[in-house]
């Protein structure tokens, strides 16, 4: 037997709660074998070398040169679960099966061993003592917790001395508010319910059998693939949910789904919305807009020639499709303008002259002629059928002012 170590003033009894997966736990109190510890998981005594080993606080094994040994460790064989309630608590048995030999040895470490041991016995009454139900130091002399003999179908209560009784009674008798009475009195759940101003409609949820029939009641979807899914996903700014097959969804980028930088649309106000420019032809700045200059660089103006560069000045124009090598409207560059203009022609006309006699010394000749003229000219008045004819400084087609505006 080693040299026994001083016993300090402890509680035996150390509780823990554990981690996923966690195994070893310690003791900080002494004990004189390795059965002297109860083990506790979730209020279930456990079984030493079943359920749990006993070690060093390095963890070795512990052999009897090892003992009385200060502090350990409870090893447990299978890994414990999440948020599992260990209580290591000190249980040495209150025996004694040897004696001191008449005229024998009386050896000092023996002696201090047995000595320690009492004491340590004395620790763990104390520990259990301390918590059970007992009176207060201050509590006056004579006072008593002493259990009545007789106390069957009674309640434990007190006196007015303070001392404990068996009360006779029943539920009736207990304490309870007048509220809870009138819930206490309800002879049907219908009416407790009601008591306890639960609405109709949840009584109807309260009375259903199972899921399918409350979500009847309540009209909700039944869960599905779908749901699942999207339930599954954790939100992200600037992100939005798209199935990307049955049962299936993963976000994308909000602007994934939006017109591409450089793109024009037609805008029905006479201001841009947020994320576009008017395409006035204003210069402006190729930092601030790099993406967009990216993409038009300098086709529709060079800016200032370093910081900034133009937009494209839609004020006033239709937009054409670009030619690209194709027949009609052929050899334009790429964001160039154009005039409005007439497909070149002439009108032909035909003029008729007569000359002859008309009396009192007038005369007239009359000439057939069936000529090209280019230099007859007269304002333009109506054919009898489609109305006087609209005209103005340009040549252009029935239209509607909109606001042209490029994404950037």
């Known amino acids: 037997m080693t040299t026994v170590p001083a016993l300090v003033d402890e509680t ?9 997966g966690q195994t070893d736990f310690n003791f900080t109190y002494m004990i004189f074998a390795t059965t002297d510890i109860k083990v506790y998981v979730n209020g279930v005594l456990k079984t030493i070398t079943t359920d749990y080993t006993v070690k060093t606080a390095g963890g070795a094994t512990i052999t009897s040169a090892d003992l009385p040994m200060d502090g350990g460790k409870v090893i447990f064989i299978t890994p414990l679960a999440l948020n599992d ?26 002696v201090n061993a047995e000595f320690t041991k009492i004491y340590a016995v004395m620790q763990q009454l104390e520990r259990d003592l301390f918590r059970g139900i007992i009176l207060s130091p201050y509590d006056a002399a004579g006072a008593s917790l002493l259990l009545p003999t007789s106390r069957t179908n009674s309640f434990l209560a007190f006196d007015a001395d303070g001392d404990l009784i068996a009360s006779a009674g029943s539920v009736t008798n207990a304490i309870v508010s007048s509220y809870m009475a009138t819930v206490l009195d309800d002879t049907t759940a219908a009416s407790a319910l009601t008591t306890l101003g639960v609405s109709a409609f949840v009584q109807t949820i309260l009375n259903d059998a199972d899921a399918a029939a409350v979500r009847t009641t309540i009209d909700a979807q039944a869960s599905n693939a779908n749901l699942s899914a999207l339930a599954g996903l954790t939100g992200a700014a600037n992100k939005i949910p798209m199935f990307s097959g049955a049962g299936t969804m993963s976000l994308v980028n909000l602007t994934d789904t939006a017109p591409p930088i450089g793109s024009i649309v037609a805008y029905a106000a006479n201001t841009p919305p947020t994320g576009w420019l008017e395409c006035n032809g204003a210069a402006i700045s190729r930092t601030t807009y790099a993406t967009l200059f990216t993409i038009t660089s300098t086709t529709f103006g060079v800016g200032n020639g370093s910081t900034t560069f133009n937009i494209p000045d839609l004020r006033g124009y239709f ?4 030619a690209n090598a194709g027949s009609i409207d052929s050899g334009r560059a790429f964001g160039s303008t154009q005039t409005d203009a007439f497909q070149g022609h002439y009108h032909n006309m035909v003029a008729n002259q007569s000359s002859g006699s008309a009396g009192a010394g007038a005369s007239y000749t009359t000439q057939a002629t069936d000529a090209t003229r280019t230099d007859l000219t007269t304002a333009a008045i109506t054919d009898g059928t489609n109305g006087t ?14 606001m042209y505006c490029i994404k950037y």
């Open 12 to 20: 035996p009894l150390d509780q823990y709660v554990s981690t996923a």
């Open 85 to 110: 309630a260990v209580s290591l608590s000190r249980d040495i048995p209150i025996s004694r099966l040897t004696g001191y030999s008449v005229a024998g040895a009386f050896r000092a470490d023996v």
């Open 319 to 322: 937009v054409r499709g670009w």
């Open 389 to 402: 004819p609209r005209t103005s400084t340009e040549t252009r087609p029935t239209n509607l002012a909109l």
